[in-house]
């Protein structure tokens, strides 16, 4: 009787993990195919490669300023150098601060990151969740940025109906 019983629960349980519906997305495509995706994107690039040029334009000073010591340091009295160098010290520093303050976790360009896209992500996933609901699926797996799934059936692929879903 026990084995009859664990018979029909294993039946039981196998029938429920063929039952369950399983689809996957691609994010990176769907957030590729929405516009306020590629303008935040395009905003946070400007924004990096602004900082960027001005992180560079500081080592370039602090470049000029290092080369210019040390074409002098024979002749300059030891205080001086001991000024100088702490000069160039504290500009380096500066710039260190000033990329931590812009690149650095939860800087400037995290948290304008996080302003910009967060929405966007959320209104996908939310999309996706619809879309899960909707049609009963157990899974919905992302295929973008190195997942694991090693193939996928295109028939499976929901990507175009979540762009469908947002209105794109």
């Known amino acids: 009787m026990k084995k009859f019983i664990a018979t ?3 039946s039981i349980f196998t029938l429920t993990m063929f039952a369950q519906k399983y689809a996957y997305v ?6 590729e195919n929405i516009p306020e995706y ?6 946070l690039d400007e924004l ?6 001005e992180v560079a334009a500081k080592y370039k000073v602090i470049d000029k300023k290092y080369k210019d010591y040390q074409a002098e340091q024979v002749l300059l009295p030891e205080d001086m150098k001991v000024k100088k160098e702490d000069e160039i010290i504290r500009l380096e ?3 260190k601060a000033f990329q931590q303050k812009k690149f650095g976790k939860d800087g400037e360009l995290f948290q304008k990151r996080k302003e910009l896209i967060e ?3 959320n209104k996908v996933y939310n999309a996706i969740k619809e879309l899960a609901t909707t049609s009963n699926y157990a899974f919905v797996f992302d295929k973008a940025n190195q997942s694991n799934i090693l193939y996928a059936d295109p028939k499976l692929d929901k990507s175009k109906r979540v762009l469908k879903e947002l209105g794109y």
């Open 26 to 31: 691609d994010s990176k495509y769907i957030l």
């Open 119 to 121: 929405p966007i992500q």
């Open 48 to 53: 990096s490669e602004k900082w960027q040029k």
């Open 8 to 10: 029909i629960a294993l």
């Open 38 to 43: 590629k303008e935040a994107q395009k905003e």
């Open 93 to 95: 520093e500066e710039v």
